[in-house]
């Protein structure tokens, strides 16, 4: 049905449908289908919803607007760079698509390599991205120190048992940077308590981190756990940061030349 027609099938009138970005309900969020008792959630709601939830999941604003088809394989000057990036990237896109297939597993990745700077984060964020705007799941995506750091800040007050509640029971929890913390005893009882509830749970995690699984700092608890939980993806050992910033450089000459 054409979107004007659904404008005046739903709306109650013209101002009411103004309200709502795709002209198709008064605002509120539902459609009442006129005379009868019908209605349907609009795609204003889910709209707000998707909105709402990228607020929550602290996504850095350098990633943000990142969708994984804008991971570009082609900044990796190595050819087993180029096949590494290229197939992290396949791997990426047919999670979210088949993504209402794999969720029941509690399955997510674990992107790893040496090298900083060689893309892991960028990617794992665009997941996040792509599972809030396309599947409406509540993402939740910090850096190991800084949940650490929130964890201590909180510790023996009421925000501590919240804080803990919201990190276990997300949908998808995404870890950047993990095992670059001191592993004391005190780390390894928070990541234990975090992933086993998780895991028992079934709840996705995702990691990035310096390190293959099996060489983490971490007790043997938590190693197994990760295994578990996400599958390894390994990613180049170089950096595309400065090849990166040369690309969009080249783009943004382009762009500014053209009559």
Known sequence: MPQTQKKNLFATSEKEA?????????????????????TRIC??????????????????NE????????????????EIGQKLAYMAKKLAIEYIKKFDSIKESGKGFYFYSQTKGSGKTRLMASIGNALIKRHFK???????????????N?????????????????????LDDFGGERPTDWVNEVFYSILNDRMTAKKITFFTSNAEAEALQYGERIISRVM?????????EESIREAMAKKEN???MTLLMER
């Open 18 to 38: 103004a309200k709502c970005p795709f002209g198709l309900c008064d605002g509120s969020g539902i459609i009442a289908y006129r005379g009868t008792f019908d």
């Open 43 to 60: 795609d204003c709601m889910q709209l707000q919803i998707a909105k709402t939830r990228m607020k929550f999941a602290e996504i850095p």
């Open 63 to 78: 990633f943000r607007e990142l969708k994984i088809n804008d991971f570009r394989t082609d900044c990796y000057k190595t």
């Open 138 to 152: 509540s993402v939740r995506f910090l850096t190991t120190n800084n949940l650490l750091d929130e964890i201590k």
């Open 154 to 174: 909180t510790f023996q007050t009421e925000g501590y048992s919240k804080l803990m509640e919201q990190i276990k029971r997300v949908d998808i929890l995404m």
């Open 228 to 236: 578990k939980m996400a599958m390894p993806v390994k990613f180049p």
């Open 250 to 252: 080249e783009s943004l």
